[in-house]
């Protein structure tokens, strides 16, 4: 990953082919996937992702992985820095992975908390997943956290007192990637 992201190794997936991304683009003028940067970059100057994360999207939400899965050598680990959840194989793909590295704390991002709330009524949540609800409602803060959730991050378009985001790596930081900050806010970084 780069810019805020550097230094966390991370799953991506094709945000230009996910049906749930695309309707959120086009639909919600209110919500950040209006603007998604996932979207600008894959289309400009990540465009040479788009067959790697196509893989990735085809692979996750195909069918249940089988072994070896893959092994991280990293104490955290981003799924979908790029991306959304396809479907419930996508994240279950997400919950083998977090299993099979007991060692690595991975950090999802997510707006489908039904999808989550499906499958976690069936499975168990692994100790070192934390689950981050993405609010795709701009400049609506919210502490509201759906069942399963650590964390809610929101992002608004003016400075606001409750930033506790931005201007920092990730890496620097690791409130996303750690228990504790249950809040996050993020100042909308305007594109060139």
């Given at each position: 990953?780069?810019?805020?992201?550097?230094?966390?190794?991370?799953?991506?997936?094709n945000?230009?082919t996910?049906?749930?991304?695309?309707?959120?683009?086009?639909?919600?003028?209110?919500?950040?996937?209006?603007?998604?940067?996932?979207?600008?970059?894959?289309?400009?100057?990540?465009?040479?992702?788009?067959?790697?994360?196509q893989?990735?999207?085809?692979?996750?939400?195909?069918?249940?992985?089988?072994?070896?899965?893959?092994?991280?050598?990293?104490l955290?680990?981003?799924?979908?820095?790029?991306?959304?959840?396809?479907?419930?194989?996508?994240?279950?793909?997400?919950l083998?992975?977090?299993?099979?590295?007991?060692?690595?704390?991975?950090?999802?991002?997510?707006?489908?908390?039904?999808?989550?709330?499906?499958?976690?009524?069936?499975r168990?949540?692994?100790?070192?997943?934390i689950?981050?609800?993405?609010?795709?409602?701009?400049?609506?803060?919210?502490?509201?956290?759906?069942?399963?959730?650590?964390?809610?991050?929101?992002?608004?378009?003016?400075?606001?007192?409750?930033?506790?985001?931005?201007?920092?790596?990730?890496?620097?930081?690791?409130?996303?990637y750690?228990?504790?900050?249950?809040?996050?806010?993020?100042?909308?970084?305007?594109?060139?």
């Amino acid at each position: 990953m780069t810019g805020k992201l550097v230094e966390i190794p991370a799953i991506n997936t094709n945000t230009l082919t996910n049906e749930f991304c695309q309707k959120m683009h086009s639909s919600c003028e209110k919500c950040i996937c209006w603007d998604c940067y996932s979207y600008a970059m894959l289309e400009g100057s990540r465009k040479n992702c788009q067959p790697a994360w196509q893989l990735n999207s085809d692979i996750l939400s195909g069918g249940l992985l089988g072994y070896p899965l893959p092994q991280f050598n990293s104490l955290y680990v981003r799924f979908d820095g790029h991306g959304e959840l396809i479907n419930e194989t996508h994240f279950i793909n997400y919950l083998l992975i977090t299993e099979h590295n007991p060692k690595s704390t991975f950090s999802l991002f997510t707006k489908r908390h039904k999808l989550v709330k499906r499958v976690l009524e069936t499975r168990k949540k692994p100790q070192n997943l934390i689950l981050v609800y993405s609010n795709p409602i701009v400049d609506r803060i919210t502490d509201k956290k759906p069942q399963y959730f650590n964390k809610v991050f929101n992002t608004t378009t003016e400075k606001s007192t409750q930033d506790n985001c931005t201007g920092r790596k990730c890496i620097e930081c690791l409130a996303c990637y750690t228990h504790g900050t249950d809040t996050l806010v993020e100042l909308k970084k305007a594109r060139s």
